[in-house]
């Protein structure tokens, strides 16, 4: 089993929809949790963090933890086609050092 | 501008041939890695450093090695290349000051060995 796991997609939403992309991990006593986009060919952008069980808005963006469950996810709200990317979560592994996994991105595409 | 600097940005070797890919950053992080990512596997730890003078094995490290040269700067360095090891390379560093605080990235060093 892999430690991060996301659906690789590709996902595709009109424009003004909520695009909804889901992450799952191994390991429960992981603490911190992250969203980046990577467009293609440049680096991943760190968008959103979460650390609390529950919702954290910023701008159109809601990431949504559940410890229990071991489960983060990202909702994009009034989805634009600038939004079009692929989208990595990201988990810190406590018992490695705090080393951070990636999931393998999901590709997100809006239709204008 | 602040942030993390690699370079180069493209690299075509040899089968054979070394190469050290370099980094810095100005953010007075402590934390300093380097993964590579390759199609339908995401990216994967090759080495990270968690302070000045120390470095540490990640998921991938073979056919590798790296250098914590001051707090600023982290290099990694392919003694040997073989195409298996064509792939972009990202460095990143973090501040350890809390749970919440993220990676920044570099730009990615793109290289292909033949």
């Known amino acids: 089993q892999k430690e991060v796991e996301q659906n690789s997609g590709p996902l595709s939403v009109p424009e003004g929809a909520i695009a909804s992309l889901n992450c799952t991990y191994s390991?429960?006593?992981?603490?911190?949790f992250f969203w980046y986009r990577q467009y293609s060919g440049k680096s991943p952008e760190l968008i959103m963090s979460?650390?609390?069980?529950g919702d954290k808005e910023d701008g159109r963006f809601t990431a949504q933890l559940n410890k229990a469950s071991q489960y983060v996810s990202l909702l994009i709200r009034d989805s634009q086609p600038s939004d079009s990317a692929t989208y990595l979560c990201?988990?810190?592994?406590?018992?490695?050092?705090?080393?951070?996994?990636f999931g393998t991105g999901t590709s997100l595409t809006v239709i204008p | 501008n602040a942030g993390v600097t690699q370079t180069p940005k493209f690299q075509v070797l040899k089968t054979g041939q070394s190469m050290t890919l370099q980094c810095a950053q100005d953010?007075?992080?402590?934390?300093m890695y380097w993964y590579r990512q390759d199609p339908g596997m995401g990216l994967r730890l090759i080495y990270y450093?968690?302070?000045?003078?120390?470095?540490d094995k990640g998921e991938v490290p073979n056919g590798y090695n790296v250098s914590r040269l001051n707090k600023r700067e982290f290099s990694l360095r392919l003694e040997s290349a073989a195409p298996s090891q064509t792939s972009v390379y990202f460095c990143?560093?973090?501040?350890?000051?809390?749970?919440?605080?993220?990676?920044?990235f570099g730009s990615g060093t793109r290289l292909t060995v033949v």
């Open positions: 990201a988990v810190n592994m406590p018992n490695t050092g705090n080393q951070f996994y």
């Open positions: 390991d429960r006593v992981s603490q911190s």
């Open positions: 990143a560093s973090r501040t350890d000051r809390a749970i919440q605080y993220g990676y920044t």
């Open positions: 979460i650390y609390s069980n």
């Open positions: 450093s968690a302070s000045e003078g120390t470095t």
């Open positions: 953010m007075n992080h402590n934390s």
